[in-house]
């Protein structure tokens, strides 16, 4: 059986590599949607999969006044968080959309 997997993981490979000559990446895109989240004692606008904080708030609102900067020039979200963590709303600044 080893000798089966190693073939399947051979394939897999050669496939990712083909994809990528053709300029086809497997790897999930990163957005620029940006998330108004509570933090220490105040509100914090965060890119959607960073760690770090883009800039600190000690008003929400303050907060999502430049997360929709943001939003509307990358053409993206903004997700509003509830100081508990849940989303509260979500505005979208998309191209698609008839913003």
């Given amino acids: 059986m080893p000798k089966q997997n190693t073939l399947i993981d051979a394939i897999q490979n050669l496939i990712e590599a083909i994809f990528k000559a053709l300029g086809y990446s497997s790897a999930k895109k990163r957005t620029w949607h940006q998330h108004v989240v509570p933090y220490k004692d105040g509100w914090a606008v965060r890119r959607e999969g960073n760690k770090r904080i883009t800039s600190k708030h000690r008003k929400q609102s303050t907060a999502i006044r430049k997360a929709k900067a943001l ?24 191209s698609d959309s008839s913003n």
């Avoid at 509307?72 to 979208?92: L, M, N």
């Fill in 71 to 94: 939003a509307k020039r990358y053409k993206a979200d903004v997700i509003i968080h509830r100081e508990s963590g849940g989303i509260r709303d979500r505005i979208s600044y998309k």
